[in-house]
């Protein structure tokens, strides 16, 4: 019986032990798995990280590589804006040599140093200085001014013995004195001012009419009478005849000078005949013929 009962306790004592292996087994199996389980968690959670290190890495590329591109196509973009700028000024200058090249061709200095006369021609008024204006349209004195003037400078500069002065080649603004005092200092032989004349109260009034300094005793009078009467002899126009008169830029002036009203711009009918560039150029021809005829009177004596 004692052995019965010890085997069986023995028995028992093992059947325990076998269960205390057994459930150390399962706790075991248990912390294996949980341990995979987390190692396979840390690996994961370390793959991610890997991942965003290598999606922040990119993106830090991607952002460098578009400041580049954006910062190059910046400078490109500079660089051909101030090309085109560079042409466009470039353009315009050559443009603007041309014009006035075409429009006062007065020769080099080397050939006007062998001219024989000095003419200065005054295109009156200029910039914020308008002028008469037409009654019938946005048309200004200073700019018809110009406009005859430069055919006048074209033509008595293609004279051998002629050299041309002007006064203003653009739209500027000068002073009646400054005119005067370019005149004296350019030692022009005679000063012939351009201008437009006006009717204050009607737009009837015609003709052309040349004015020259009070009591002159230079000469002024006689290249008034010469140039007037050869100017209507050149266009069909009421002969309105000289006039003396005070005008600052002929009171200032050391040489013969005449200041010439080409017209009424605020006489419909007479304004169409002076925008007219067929009897702009016959005008001019006119008055370039009555000064050197002047001249060539006084070059005789």
Known sequence: MKKKLLDGK????????VKIYTKKGEEMSKGNNNN????KSKKTSHLNRKKRKLNKKKLAVLICFTVLFLFIAFK??????????????????????NVNSEQFDLGNEEENKKKKYTVFI???????DKG?????????????????AKKLANKLS????????????????????????????????????????????GNTATGIETWYRNKATDGSKELAQTVQSTIVS???????GIVENNFEVLRESNM??????????????EEQKIINEKYQDQLAEGIVQGVLSYLDSKGNK
Do not use: W
């Open 10 to 17: 023995i028995t028992l004592i093992i059947c325990k032990s």
């Open 122 to 128: 005054d295109p009156g008024h200029g910039g914020n």
């Open 36 to 39: 995979n389980s987390r190692n």
């Open 76 to 97: 490109a973009t500079q660089g051909v804006v101030a090309l085109v700028k560079s042409m466009d000024k470039s353009n315009k200058t050559s443009q603007q040599q």
């Open 234 to 240: 050149y266009v069909k126009v009421r002969d309105r």
């Open 132 to 148: 008469t204006e037409s009654k019938t349209s946005n048309r200004y004195e200073k700019d018809l001014n110009l406009q005859i």
């Open 158 to 201: 293609k004279q051998k013995d002629i050299q041309v002065v002007v006064s203003r080649t653009d739209d500027t603004y000068i002073s009646l004195k400054d005119r005067a005092i370019l005149a004296n200092n350019s030692s022009a032989d005679v000063l012939v001012s351009i201008h437009l004349n006006a009717e204050k109260n």
């Open 256 to 269: 013969p000078a005449i200041l010439i009203e080409c017209g009424f711009l605020t006489t419909p009918s």
